[in-house]
């Protein structure tokens, strides 16, 4: 069966500080892969989307960038982080264009 | 730009009440929608989804229907459980374009035993 991963959970990080966040998906190949960010009183924003290894595409200019070295993983990236960046972070895969599958999230807290 | 809007924003009904929950998107060419709920601090978990050539779907106590020319969808639960006390989110994948899914904000229900 097709399973999503996401770590860490928590992650606690001062402002100007790297950042990495990864996902992993089993049981699929070449799978859309997507990261999302929820922040507080908002709907879920999307910030970037890959359909293949080294294929990335991005919805919203940021401070955030993203990887994907192997087929079903998904990086999240920053080389200074800021107040702004706080937020829950979820990765998603589509099955097709039908079902969505998201990962359990990171709370980011930067202070 | 496909816009999804969520309404109530919270709502809060004794146990054992019938609820619906409404939807609305700008956008009426879309390739499906679908419904999530959110616990606490928890990713996203499908719970239903409509094709948008379908009208209707349904899954033990929940229903969820889809007007794609008026852009509006609600879910209805029947018989509320406090475990039903969720986030109910509702998202819009988008025709035309790559498979990319529209978030509303979200309704956040309690269920009050």
């Known amino acids: 069966s097709q399973t999503i991963h996401q770590w860490p959970a928590t992650l606690v990080q001062p402002v100007g500080s790297p950042l990495s966040l990864e996902c992993t998906v089993e049981g699929t190949s070449n799978p859309n892969l997507y990261w999302y960010r929820q922040a507080a009183g908002r709907g879920l924003q999307l910030l970037f989307y890959s359909v293949g290894i080294g294929q990335i ?23 200074k982080l800021l ?14 264009p039908l079902w969505a599958f998201f990962g359990q999230g990171t709370r980011l807290t930067v202070v | 730009k496909q816009e999804v809007t969520q309404i109530p924003a919270a709502l809060s009904v004794p ?12 956008d009426s060419a879309i390739y499906n929608l679908q419904w999530f709920r959110q616990d606490p601090g928890k990713g996203l978990t499908s719970l239903l989804l409509i094709q948008s050539s379908q009208r209707e779907q349904t899954s033990g106590r929940l229903n ?26 509702c998202a819009v994948t988008t025709q035309g374009g790559s498979e990319k899914l529209v978030f509303g904000k979200g309704t956040k229900l309690t269920v009050n035993p």
């Open chain 1, 57 to 79: 595409s991005s919805e919203v200019p940021q401070n955030l960038s993203a990887s994907r070295p192997q087929d079903r993983q998904f990086i999240l990236s920053s080389k």
């Open chain 1, 83 to 96: 107040l702004s960046d706080s937020g829950f972070y979820l990765c998603a895969w589509f099955q097709g």
């Open chain 2, 15 to 26: 146990e054992g009440e019938n609820l619906v929950l409404n939807c609305s998107f700008t």
């Open chain 2, 64 to 89: 969820a229907s889809l007007d794609k020319s008026s852009g509006r969808s609600t879910l209805y639960i029947a018989a509320s459980q406090p475990g039903d006390s969720a986030t109910y989110l």
